[in-house]
């Protein structure tokens, strides 16, 4: 009896149909992406024997096979950066099969984006909304092409909230993610994380899994990121992420017994560049910071966040714990100018690009 109870009251707080809408705005604007090495470049490969794995067409060496996301009428479509790999080529094909070489209009390496481009217009589009108005357990749906299943819907909840998942990163990547259990396999890097409401929230990007298959546990890329890359790339031909310039921790209650603080409360400085942000405002390693700009910080994945939406140059206010004095620090932003390329980098066996390659 009680499991019929919360079937019907969740049946009740998310109405069938309100999901059929949701899914129906999604469907006409989430479309295939194809990376292609081509030959010219392959002749100039000194490792070319080692691709000799990877499908050949038309166009050349198939480098990624994986989704994206139309964000704008006039042909602007995002998806993972790590989906391009290395191409030198792009082709997408949209709901209605039909195909386009797309220009690729800039990269966002730190947030792990890349913006493409069309030429067509009059397209459905999906706008990428702040998800920060999201709640842990609202029923979310991820939109995509997984092992080439084309206009696939799955559904699950938003299951976590600032998620860093891989440690490796070097300090200038965002590495703050939705966490769904939505199922998400390869092909589905660069599809569309929505709300019950068919907005974007987020861009699939990875899955931790020992196998490479989905295991429970995706990782979207926040659609406030989707935003800035479309604005900046349009404005600056590149994304400007505000920086402190230094390594941040989750608390626990180890270190706030270290540092003699009563409370897992805020983010602890690791470390700090002599000649950064951080350091030159005053800020020192084992400070806590408590808030940003007014808002409470519980993360260091949400405070690489926060930092990362605001431009370079902008005059930001930390609230900091050091030992027993709470200091007002203000600090002016430097701009994140590590520009890896993500999809050159190890994944350490389990953190999985969702590509189709």
């Given at each position: 009896?009680?499991?019929?109870?919360?079937?019907?009251?969740?049946?009740?707080?998310?109405?069938?149909?309100?999901?059929?809408?949701?899914?129906?705005?999604?469907?006409?604007?989430?479309?295939?992406?194809?990376?292609?090495?081509?030959?010219?470049?392959?002749?100039?490969?000194?490792?070319?024997?080692?691709?000799?794995?990877?499908?050949?067409?038309?166009?050349?060496?198939?480098?990624?096979?994986?989704?994206?996301?139309?964000?704008?009428?006039?042909?602007?479509?995002?998806?993972?950066?790590?989906?391009?790999?290395?191409?030198?080529?792009?082709?997408?094909?949209?709901?209605?099969?039909?195909?386009?070489?797309?220009?690729?209009?800039?990269?966002?390496?730190?947030?792990?984006?890349?913006?493409?481009?069309?030429?067509?217009?009059?397209?459905?589009?999906?706008?990428?909304?702040?998800?920060?108005?999201?709640?842990?357990?609202?029923?979310?749906?991820?939109?995509?092409?997984?092992?080439?299943?084309?206009?696939?819907?799955?559904?699950?909840?938003?299951?976590?909230?600032?998620?860093?998942?891989?440690?490796?990163?070097?300090?200038?990547?965002?590495?703050?993610?939705?966490?769904?259990?939505?199922?998400?396999?390869?092909?589905?890097?660069?599809?569309?994380?929505?709300?019950?409401?068919?907005?974007?929230?987020?861009?699939?990007?990875?899955?931790?899994?020992?196998?490479?298959?989905?295991?429970?546990?995706?990782?979207?890329?926040?659609?406030?990121?989707?935003?800035?890359?479309?604005?900046?790339?349009?404005?600056?031909?590149?994304?400007?992420?505000?920086?402190?310039?230094?390594?941040?921790?989750?608390?626990?209650?180890?270190?706030?017994?270290?540092?003699g603080i009563n409370s897992t409360a805020g983010v602890m400085i690791d470390s700090l560049a002599v000649d950064g942000a951080g350091f030159r405002a005053g800020l020192r390693k084992d400070d806590v910071i408590l808030k940003l700009n007014g808002k409470p910080l519980n993360f260091s994945a949400q405070l690489r966040e926060w930092l990362a939406l605001h431009d370079p140059g902008v005059r930001i206010r930390l609230t900091v714990q050091?030992?027993?004095?709470?200091?007002?620090?203000?600090?002016?932003?430097?701009?994140?100018?590590?520009?890896?390329?993500?999809?050159?980098?190890?994944?350490?066996?389990?953190?999985?690009?969702?590509?189709?390659?």
């Amino acid at each position: 009896m009680p499991i019929l109870i919360w079937a019907l009251t969740l049946r009740a707080q998310v109405p069938q149909s309100s999901i059929n809408i949701a899914v129906s705005k999604a469907l006409p604007a989430v479309v295939g992406v194809k990376s292609f090495i081509s030959d010219s470049v392959l002749n100039r490969l000194p490792s070319v024997a080692l691709l000799g794995g990877f499908p050949r067409g038309t166009d050349g060496l198939l480098a990624g096979n994986a989704s994206g996301v139309i964000i704008s009428a006039n042909g602007y479509i995002i998806t993972n950066a790590h989906v391009l790999a290395g191409g030198d080529s792009i082709d997408v094909t949209l709901p209605d099969r039909r195909n386009f070489r797309a220009v690729l209009a800039g990269i966002d390496d730190a947030a792990n984006l890349a913006l493409l481009k069309i030429p067509v217009a009059s397209l459905p589009y999906l706008q990428p909304v702040d998800p920060d108005g999201m709640h842990i357990g609202d029923v979310v749906l991820a939109v995509g092409n997984p092992l080439g299943l084309n206009s696939t819907v799955t559904a699950g909840i938003l299951s976590g909230r600032y998620r860093g998942i891989d440690q490796s990163l070097t300090i200038s990547a965002v590495n703050s993610f939705l966490q769904t259990d939505a199922a998400i396999n390869e092909g589905m890097s660069g599809s569309a994380l929505i709300n019950s409401r068919g907005e974007l929230i987020g861009i699939n990007s990875a899955i931790v899994s020992a196998t490479g298959a989905f295991s429970g546990y995706a990782f979207a890329v926040p659609a406030s990121f989707v935003r800035k890359a479309y604005e900046d790339i349009l404005k600056y031909n590149k994304v400007r992420h505000g920086c402190l310039d230094g390594v941040f921790k989750d608390m626990t209650a180890a270190q706030a017994f270290r540092l003699g603080i009563n409370s897992t409360a805020g983010v602890m400085i690791d470390s700090l560049a002599v000649d950064g942000a951080g350091f030159r405002a005053g800020l020192r390693k084992d400070d806590v910071i408590l808030k940003l700009n007014g808002k409470p910080l519980n993360f260091s994945a949400q405070l690489r966040e926060w930092l990362a939406l605001h431009d370079p140059g902008v005059r930001i206010r930390l609230t900091v714990q050091r030992a027993s004095r709470k200091l007002i620090i203000s600090a002016v932003l430097s701009e994140n100018k590590d520009y890896r390329l993500l999809a050159q980098r190890s994944q350490h066996g389990l953190l999985s690009p969702t590509n189709g390659h």
